[in-house]
């Protein structure tokens, strides 16, 4: 799992960096937008792309693949 916080770099991360990760199978991704206060969660890497990817809402938990007991409240990500 990488998480990416993005200040200035986030068109960088997301067109450049995200299809690096997903040709190299990294299974999840959370791209964190600091600027819109959002947060884009990416899994399932096929081909170099991201299968799935999900925008929880800041009220939202999400939960990573490699610990999904553990529910992380998307407002204290990007807080």
Request: aromatic letters at 6%; glycine letters at 4%.
């Given at each position: ?7 200035t ?17 990294i ?11 959002g947060?884009?969660?990416f899994?399932?890497p096929?081909?170099?792309?991201y299968?799935l990817m999900?925008?929880?809402?800041t009220?939202e938990?999400?939960?990573?693949l ?5 529910r ?5 990500v990007?807080?």
């Open positions: 799992m990488i998480v990416e916080v993005s200040d770099t986030l068109d960088y991360d997301r067109d450049v960096k995200l299809s690096l990760y997903a040709r190299h199978g299974p999840e991704v959370w791209l964190c937008d600091v600027k819109a206060g947060l884009a969660v899994r399932e096929i081909e170099g792309q299968r999900h925008k929880p809402t009220s938990t999400v939960a990573p490699w610990v999904p007991v553990v992380v409240a998307v407002a204290d990007l807080a």
